[in-house]
């Protein structure tokens, strides 16, 4: 950033932003991806460099006023919400749920298919261990897979809940903390690793995030206890 600043201020030496400083400052902003706190950061030291060009206080106050009139008509934007992919085969998609299960610090909400990877087990009753709430939404069909862990889960202290129609309780999603959400095709089995093209969307989009709480809180309110 500060080779970039550095270049705007020479370009202040004649008075003049040319055509090719402005093309050639472009191309370096586009470069360098500047995040929005950076680009605040390049303006505030622009206005400011502007500012020790005039000796008068009235001049300074004019580049004050240019300053905040700009901060006002800049369009409002937010910060890019962080989202990440994962694929299998491979553990690529194992390894984010099981990160984000061992980061969690309140709460889990799981609503899947069916969980048998006895990997994801282990850190599910990691997290109840640390005092970590978690919830379970799966198919009811599911629970009497051989190598089904919900039984296992529901004994040692997660809230478990079943769907009880004709039908698969199908999603494949979970909510961290209500800040992190991983969804996408990904069965929390050990096959879906190690043979399956499956996938895992991982974001903090607040949006998303929301419409998946509201989804799993309906799906919540209407599933049936699971009982062994």
Same mark, same amino acid.
């Given at each position: 950033m500060n080779t970039t600043l550095d270049n705007l201020k020479t370009s202040l030496e004649d008075r003049i932003l040319s055509k090719g400083e402005k093309k050639a400052l472009k191309a370096v902003i586009k470069e360098k991806q500047f995040s929005k706190h950076d680009l605040n950061r390049l303006r505030s030291e622009i206005f400011k460099e502007a500012r020790s060009h005039f000796t008068e206080y009235k001049q300074q106050q004019?580049? /004050?006023? *240019? $300053? $905040? &009139? #700009?901060? *006002?008509?800049? +369009?409002?934007? $937010? $910060?890019?919400? %962080?989202?990440?992919?994962?694929? %299998? +085969?491979? #553990? /690529?998609? *194992? /390894? &984010?749920i099981c990160n984000q299960i061992s980061y969690a610090v309140n709460t889990i909400d799981i609503c899947v298919f069916t969980i048998s990877d006895n990997q994801i087990r282990d850190k599910i009753i990691y997290a109840l261990s640390k005092g970590v709430k978690v919830r379970i939404i799966t198919d009811d069909d599911k629970t009497m897979d051989l190598g089904s862990d919900v039984e296992y889960l529901s004994k040692h202290g997660a809230h478990v809940k079943i769907d009880n129609t004709n039908h698969h309780m199908h999603h494949k999603f979970a909510i961290f903390d209500q800040k992190i959400l991983l969804t996408g095709s990904y069965n929390w089995t050990r096959s879906a690793a190690q043979y399956n093209q499956e996938n895992i969307l991982e974001t903090e989009d607040p949006k998303a995030i929301l419409d998946y709480q509201n989804e799993f809180n309906r799906l919540w309110k209407n599933m049936q206890e699971f009982t062994s």
């Open positions: 004019i580049i /004050d006023w *240019l $300053e $905040e &009139a #700009n901060k *006002l008509l800049l +369009p409002v934007t $937010e $910060e890019k919400a %962080s989202c990440l992919s994962y694929f %299998s +085969p491979g #553990n /690529d998609c *194992l /390894d &984010a």
